[in-house]
């Protein structure tokens, strides 16, 4: 692929990255980031042979984008394993709730399960640091850490959805997350000691 081909196919995903950003997964379509890129209708699909290879590839720039945000979380946060787990929960649930639609795009089991552009191989390193801090905190009697990190991330992700849709503050009156993140994590590794 030469120089040009992959600027215009560069560009393509940056107008759906834009697009799923600003207005949600529903509103991608190969023709509407034809026209935001100045393109003709037909060019995507040069590069995007189907809907799902398009959303694989926005979806990837979503695992990209959080993974980075991950990474800078942890080079800056304390050492303490507890601390840097807090820390990921929350660079997640920041990150999906400024980020609605891409959030919501990434995890679709269609789009992992396709292995188009090996996006399950780019969204597991991000599991990998979770349970990997597990290991690093979980009890002697808990679940093993991939079993314990997955019902976390199960957990995370829960309230990331149902904050997202109203549910949670409706249900629980909180004003924001954090009290259900402490409790989460109170929940899966027990309450922190101080």
């Known amino acids: 692929m030469d120089v040009d081909e992959s600027g215009l196919r560069a560009r393509l995903v940056a107008a759906g990255v834009d697009l799923v950003l ?64 807090t820390a990921l929960a929350r660079t997640y649930l920041d990150y999906a709730a400024a980020h609605r639609g891409m959030f919501e795009l990434m995890f679709r089991h269609d789009l992992l399960d396709s292995g188009r552009l090996r996006l399950r191989e780019t969204s597991l390193p991000l599991f990998a640091v979770l349970a990997d801090l597990v290991a690093q905190v979980r009890r002697p009697t808990d679940a093993p850490a991939p079993v314990l990190a997955g019902a976390l991330w199960a957990n995370l992700h829960g309230i990331a959805q149902l904050w997202a849709w109203g549910s949670l503050p409706l249900a629980t009156g909180a004003a924001d997350d954090d009290a259900l993140l402490r409790a989460t994590l109170d929940a899966h590794l027990g309450p922190t000691l101080t």
């Open 22 to 85: 600003r207005e949600g997964q529903s509103a991608v379509s190969l023709r509407e980031i034809a026209r935001r890129a100045g393109v003709s209708h037909g060019a995507p699909r040069r590069y995007f042979p189907t809907h799902v290879d398009l959303l694989s590839a926005i979806a990837r720039e979503g695992f990209a984008d959080l993974t980075a945000r991950v990474e800078q979380t942890m080079r800056v946060v304390d050492a303490d394993p507890r601390t840097r787990l």
